[in-house]
């Protein structure tokens, strides 16, 4: 009985997009939700332009998927922070989505043929 | 996973809060060293965030089990609802674990008498052997299930379609202890009897093929892992130790795997010892080499790939030649004309994964029908309890109406309703396990064998609770589904702007409760034609002239714990008799080898010169017993002709006996006394007729009347094993029965009394079925009467109460008392009397089923039927007077002023 979360509407192609930029971003290190949402705002202003809340459900739902885990630590604020590393299925899934994701961009080019104005 | 981020929801969500706490505290720096002043900094990172809560709320939602979320607060809701109408929620739970305690009894018994796979290893594997026909030598045992021991060996030792054939006997003897002497059941087993069930040693080992090589030479014994328990306190040390069965001593070598019973159902083996131990156990009933003797139960493994069919043609190939070395017998020498006969015996194989069961012969057809009437009971308690729902669903329309308006959706709807009738059935599940308890021990009580010897067990075990679960759930079902969905059907808009009492509403309703009063009427009409089939069978059996006067006469069984030479048998049982009148309130005293109304008998062939087999017989025969002086008073049977035995003829060189009139009638005619006869054919007839008794019924209440010879008792001492007395006592038979044991202990310490009645409740123990059946029956048609009258009175009241303004507006036009009455009936009618066509269509149809299980009168019994229906009716006018008079005496006026 799978019911549409509220996370959900935004759309499954929004949603698998921010998944991969959390993974790449965890991908070069583990980093806390703060670090993360910013990280994304700065390399995307598509994606996380409105609040930085709804990463957080984003960060539940792969870590309940085991593509990421997390660990409190201590931040270089010297603060308490959950921190957020990628694991081995993290790293592959990554892997999968990217090239599912250049494939379809080259597709979606291809059909759109080069830019006229 | 999902279950346990459900379970864990709670400490992710504090978690989770915290990590919402650390980013806008990370943020709030940020700001801060961006040079906003404090409060800014904290007001910019909450918009950065957003919503906290949403945000948790997304998350926990993640982590919920919605639907199980949502069941929870409907169950949360529904006991709130019962809360608030406990003498509703009292009903139904009655109703229900009325029903399903019954369901659960009935079932107990079923399951272990009809269902239970013996505690073996691959018990579909094993087949029993079984053969019809006459055996021409002697049979002690159920018929068409014994075998000789040479039959047993020839065809164990050749089959090759049985990877392995075993052979049992189940035997009562005494075991004499410190304190006191008791009787057990002793097993006497084949030496692969364990290793071809698989079954396997609690402690020590159990009896191999060594063990039974040669008689009387291996004295061991196997307990039975319960009966160690019980009776050696499950001692360890119990190795090695010696017990006295029959007054020989038996080594104990082990204690078989708990569980295991043997493969007599409900008739346990509490010993096993090897069959070649037999003549140890009973000197004067060797019978080892005897192929003219059949008394041991065979059983086979089949090999695997072979099927019962291939097996059985093997072994019928098998049995045939081994009738073949029969014929070449003594027997068949003496006897030629015997042998066709001998060679039309039926030889079949049949499935015993469930064990061999004289209870289950017995018992099976009444079981059944038990199991229909309570299933039946079931489901009037069923519909019962929907319509009392439905009933409550009028009640709470306004309520569903509400809800319906507030969102809830249809299926909400009914899903919260659905729940609600399941915490009632599971109530009435969870009740119905005690009531059901309760009401095996009353069935058991039933059962006319001695409850030390039969493990029946009467706690519900985990088949039985999954069966009462399914029970409930099913139950659940179907009493609650109907009134969920029309509970459901309500359109908000027109209920909300109606009252209570209008003309419109209700109408769905009345017709579904029409229809349950329907069912209700026919199920208990059913029931009522069933009862009166069943009291009247056993008041008919009850009438049987027996021949014999049951009332104030005491019997027991006695039987000496060691074995005693033939002359002190004689001298024992003399003294014993004549000991036993002399005890206060004795008016009477004799004793029998056989015990009367047991389904035990004893018949033989016998020899009257000049007398030819009857049209239909194949020889000349009689039933048997060997009796001593005074057994005909003790019973009150007549002497018709000639005398009684006497005190000096006993032990005498004459042979004497008394026949009966049947057998006066078919053989012998005028002038019976006098003349002579002997016990086996073609014999020289050596015994004297001296006198003639009037007719007793033997074995059964049931049949013919049978011919009988009474030998007196000490021509047979040598095959005594034990005798039943009978004692005609004056006063209380229960005060005299503690008097009767210590003048036998008087006359000799050394005599184990067993199962000591009244000679009635041994009738009503050969009745058992019979009273099983009709007791029940009656109580359930009862039960489910009082069930229908209630829901026909429920449903007229309703109807009343709905049309009273119409009634009031009708009594202000004029109408009579008796126009309302025939108004309010009228709406019935139609529903009672579709339902006695039922109940009668489906009590004739289901006649022929339970025919056998009466006696004196067939199942479409018109004055039955005609009673049945008489009782239906009275009972359906009178739930509907009380409403249609109500409705007679409603004031025009205040019913118009009702709104």
Not at chain 1, 16 to 24: A, F, N, P, R, V
Not at chain 2, 595 to 618: H, K, Y
Not at chain 2, 834 to 848: F, N
Request: charged letters at 20%; hydrophobic letters at 45%.
């Amino acid at each position: 009985m799978a019911r549409k979360t509220r996370s959900d509407s935004r759309g499954d192609m929004l949603q698998g997009t921010l998944d991969m930029l959390i993974l790449k971003t965890v991908l070069l290190g583990p980093a806390h939700g703060h670090t993360i949402a910013h990280v994304i705002e700065g390399s995307s202003d598509e994606v996380l332009q409105v609040e930085h809340g709804s990463l957080y459900p984003a960060l539940h739902r792969l870590e309940n998927q085991n593509l990421i885990a997390s660990f409190w630590g201590t931040s270089e604020n010297n603060r308490k922070a959950k921190y957020y590393r990628i694991t081995p299925a993290g790293k592959k899934h990554l892997l999968r989505e990217r090239s599912r994701w250049e494939s379809l961009v080259q597709a979606v080019t291809q059909v759109l043929g080069p830019a006229t104005e | 996973m999902r279950w346990r981020r459900f379970w864990q929801r709670k400490l992710r969500d504090e978690d989770l809060s915290r990590e919402v706490d650390s980013y806008l505290a990370h943020e709030l720096d940020d700001n801060l060293a961006r040079g906003m002043s404090p409060e800014d900094a904290r007001y910019a990172a909450l918009r950065k965030f957003g919503n906290p809560t949403y945000v948790r709320e997304v998350v926990f939602e993640m982590n919920s089990l919605n639907s199980l979320d949502a069941a929870w607060q409907d169950v949360k809701y529904g006991l709130r609802q019962l809360r608030l109408k406990p003498a509703f929620a009292l009903a139904t739970i009655l109703s229900l674990a009325l029903g399903i305690g019954a369901n659960t009894a009935v079932f107990t018994l079923v399951d272990q008498i009809l269902l239970r796979l013996l505690p073996v290893h691959n018990p579909r594997e094993l087949a029993q052997l079984q053969v019809e026909g006459g055996r021409f030598g002697s049979n002690d045992g159920d018929n068409g299930h014994t075998f000789s021991y040479p039959t047993y060996l020839a065809l164990r030792d050749r089959n090759t379609v049985f990877a392995g054939l075993t052979g049992q006997r189940i035997v009562e003897a005494s075991l004499v202890g410190k304190d006191r002497s008791e009787m057990i059941s002793i097993g006497m087993v084949a030496g692969n009897y364990f290793k071809v069930l698989g079954v396997e040693a609690y402690l020590g080992r159990l009896l191999a093929s060594e063990d039974n090589k040669t008689r009387n030479s291996n004295p061991v014994a196997v307990l039975q892992y319960d009966f160690w328990r019980n009776r050696f306190s499950g001692a360890p040390d119990i190795l090695g130790s010696t017990i006295r069965l029959n007054g020989a001593p038996f080594t104990i070598i082990g204690v078989s795997a708990p569980g295991f019973e043997g493969t007599d159902v409900g008739l346990p083996a509490q010993v096993w010892v090897p069959v070649m131990m037999k003549p140890t156990l009973f000197p004067n009933w060797d019978e080892l080499d005897d192929e003219r003797s059949s008394w041991f139960y065979l059983f086979g493994r089949l090999k695997p790939g072979v099927t019962l069919e291939q097996a059985q043609a093997a072994m019928r190939v098998l049995y045939r030649q081994r009738q073949q070395e029969e014929l070449n017998g003594q027997f068949f020498q003496k006897f030629p004309n015997a042998r066709p006969a001998f060679l039309r015996q039926n030889f079949t194989l049949i499935p015993a994964a469930r064990g061999q069961s004289a209870l289950r012969l017995r018992f099976e057809r009444p079981l059944i029908v038990l199991q229909w009437l309570v299933g039946i009971v079931l489901v009037i308690a069923c519909v019962n309890v929907a319509n009392l729902l439905l009933a409550r669903g009028a009640a709470r329309e306004r309520e569903v109406a509400i809800r319906g308006a507030l969102g809830a959706s249809r299926s909400k709807l009914i899903r919260q309703l659905f729940i609600e009738s399941l915490i009632l059935a599971s109530a009435g599940g969870v009740a119905g396990l005690f009531v059901g308890n309760w009401l095996t021990r009353g069935l058991v009580y039933f059962l006319p064998y001695d409850p030390a010897n039969v493990t029946l067990s009467t706690t519900p075990d985990l088949r039985v609770l999954v069966f009462t679960a399914a029970v409930t759930l099913l139950t659940a079902l179907f009493f609650g589904l109907a009134p969920a969905l029309q509970g459901a059907r309500v359109p908000p808009g027109v209920t909300l702007k109606e009252e209570a009492g209008s003309i419109a509403s209700g109408h769905g309703q009345v017709r579904l409760r029409k229809i349950f009063v329907t069912i209700q009427v026919g199920l208990s009409c059913l029931l009522l034609v069933g009862a009166g089939l069943f009291a009247r069978t056993l008041d008919n059996l009850r009438h049987v002239n027996l021949g014999f006067n049951v009332q104030n006469v005491v019997m027991f069984g006695v039987k000496p714990a060691t074995v005693y030479t033939d002359g002190h048998k004689l001298q024992m049982y003399r003294s014993l008799i004549e000991n036993l009148a002399t005890v206060s309130g004795v008016k009477a005293v004799g004793a029998s080898r056989m015990r009367l109304l047991t389904g035990g008998e004893w018949d033989s062939g016998i020899t009257i010169p000049g007398v030819e087999p009857q049209a239909g017989d194949q020889h000349v025969w009689s039933y048997f017993n060997a009796i001593t002086p005074g057994y005909f008073q003790a019973l009150d049977i007549p002497i018709q002709a000639g005398r009684d035995l006497s005190w000096r003829d006993w032990g005498g060189s004459r042979r004497l006996c008394l026949v009966n009139q049947v057998l006066v009638h078919d053989y012998l005619g005028a002038n019976p006394v006098g003349r002579r006869m002997a016990q086996g054919e073609k014999r020289d007839p050596d015994t004297e007729i001296i006198g003639v008794v009037g007719n007793t019924r033997y074995e059964d209440v049931r049949g013919s009347i049978p011919r009988q010879t009474f030998v007196a008792l000490d021509s047979k001492i040598h095959y005594l094993e034990g005798v039943t007395v009978y004692a005609r006592v004056q006063g209380d038979p229960q005060q005299i029965m503690p008097l009767l044991r210590a003048q036998v202990r008087h006359v000799d310490a050394n005599l184990v009394v067993s199962d000591m009645r009244t000679l009635n409740e041994q009738v009503n123990m050969r009745l058992s079925n019979e009273r099983m059946l009709s007791f029940l029956s009656i109580a359930f048609a009862l039960l489910a009467t009082v069930l229908a009258v209630v829901g026909l009175h429920g449903v007229l009241a309703f109807v009343v109460v709905h049309r009273t303004r119409e009634i009031g507006i009708r009594v202000a036009l004029g109408a009579g008392q008796s126009g309302v009455i025939r108004l309010v009936l009228g709406e019935m009618l139609l529903a009672i009397l579709l339902g006695i066509a039922g109940g009668v269509t489906a009590a004739l149809l289901c006649g022929r089923f339970v025919e056998t299980q009466l006696f004196g009168m067939k199942a479409a019994d018109p004055l039955i039927l005609l009673m049945s229906v008489g009782v239906v009716s009275v009972a359906s006018a009178a739930a509907a007077l009380i409403p249609a008079w109500r409705a007679s005496r409603i004031d025009p006026i205040d019913a118009l002023r009702y709104e």
